[in-house]
């Protein structure tokens, strides 16, 4: 049985200790449903013959006010996060298969990447790219199912012109894989990510490990990177919130031009909050543009000299407003607060934009934070059952069931898979065998060299032979 343990916050509220097989007397007053009819990246789907996305999940979210991670987390200072099992409320209902799926939204830019001419014209989209991919974490506070090891997501969109497959190729330590293409042979994109998650005291450290390669095939390019750091602080103490940051760099392996990418962290009064900026250089390190924006916004690319310019003027006109701006700033001691100074990114006249995010919905707060796509994720499609595998996450029954509120069916359920998994693995130990990943297998990055997971083809054949039986 699942025990979960809570702090009590507010002592008038009739939750303290929760275990899976209590009733739960919280109850979805709120709950409604979402009938507002919004077009998806400016569309409205249902004509022209393409079904029509869900833009809503089918309740809100259960509050989580009453519960406080600390009471859960001061047992587990310094452990791997991903071998403690966490309370349900601090779920989304999503697989960490379909989270990562999230890198997909801004698919179009790939597209248009895919027909210019130009490489350094390219390198700008696919930075956007790179940048837009992890665009939907901000906010996103949910801790995503860890998928049990061969389940997969699938996900097709037609009308974006790709698919894609994923696979949980490892448990311990969790590693997942996906493969994705365009339908007309243009892109691959395709990479792993073991998530190596440090709880910090205060923040929940994540270091998405693994190589992202995106491959464009007219161009006979392809290029590597990986993703950012990202920072989950007050996880004791105060309000959640998501910070990336770090180096990356884009490597266009067939020209040698690179793309150098500082996702900056806060800072002490929060100024940097969000932005990223870097600069495209070619094979002789000569400095093409700038890329400036924020992962949470917007991304613009300029000529270095424009730039260069534009910062110092900036930097003059600020010193003065800096002093008085540091006095009056107060940082909190307890908690690590998010800065609510939070300026918009300023348009250096002369820039391009080359990406700006899609406002969220309003009714995305009670719903895990999720974006449109987020939303449309687990939405289980009629005729897709039967043509996706078995294993796939949408048919996890303790996702579906947090999906529909009902948190009791998926604490049990959860709890139970759990078990299988580990019923499952004691019976290989004692026969010997080996588990097998049925879609990629271990190999070396063809560019980088870097351990990594290769397709190895055949999903979208749709003969699922030899499939586990996880759920
Ligand atoms: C104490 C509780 C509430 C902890 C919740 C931790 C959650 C928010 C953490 C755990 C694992 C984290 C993920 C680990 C790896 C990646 C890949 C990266 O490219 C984007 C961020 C992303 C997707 C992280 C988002 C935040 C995340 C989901």
Known sequence: M??????????????????????????????????????????????????????????????RNDFSVWGFLKKCIGMELSKITMPIVFNEPLSFLQRIT???EHTYLIHKACTLSDSIERMQLVAA????????????????????LGETFELTRDEEGYHMISEQVSHHPPISAFYSESLNQDFSFHGSIYPKLKFWGKSVEAEPKGTMTLE????????????PMCCVHNVILGKLWIEQYGTVEIVNHSTGDKCVLNFKPCGMFGKEL??????????????????????TECVYSIEPKVYEVNKKAEKKSGEDSKKHKQEQSTVGDDADEMPDVQ?????????????????RPPHSTQMY???????????????????IAPTDCRLRPDIRAMENGDIDTASQEKERLEEKQRVARRERAKDEEEWSTRWFQQGNNR????????????????????????Y
């Not at 300026?343 to 406002?359: D, F, H, K, N």
Request: aromatic share 12%; with cysteine; charged share 25%.
């Open 129 to 148: 790219f790179a940048v837009s991919a992890v665009a939907s974490q901000w906010d996103r506070t949910g801790k995503p199912f860890n998928p049990l």
């Open 369 to 387: 934070n999720f974006t449109n796509f987020a939303m449309t994720l687990n939405e289980l499609e009629p005729g897709t059952i039967g043509v």
């Open 447 to 470: 560019y980088t060299g870097a351990a990594d997971w290769i397709y190895k083809g055949g999903y979208f054949d749709r003969r699922y032979s030899d499939l586990p039986d996880i």
């Open 102 to 104: 999230e890198y997909m």
């Open 343 to 359: 300026e918009t990114v300023t348009m250096i006249p002369g820039s391009t934009l080359l990406w700006r995010v899609a406002p």
């Open 216 to 227: 464009l095939s007219k161009h006979r390019e392809a290029y590597t990177w990986t993703n």
């Open 2 to 63: 699942n025990c979960l343990i809570f702090i009590k916050k507010n002592p008038e509220k009739n939750v303290s200790c929760l275990e899976s097989d209590d009733s739960c007397e919280v109850s979805f007053k709120d709950a409604c449903v979402y009938e507002s009819k919004q077009t998806v990246n400016g569309k409205v789907p249902s004509e022209n013959g393409v079904r029509e996305r869900r833009t809503t999940l089918p309740v809100p979210m259960f509050s």
């Open 274 to 295: 969000h932005r990223v900026e870097g600069h495209i250089q070619d094979k002789s390190k000569k400095k093409h543009q700038v890329i400036y924006g924020k992962w």
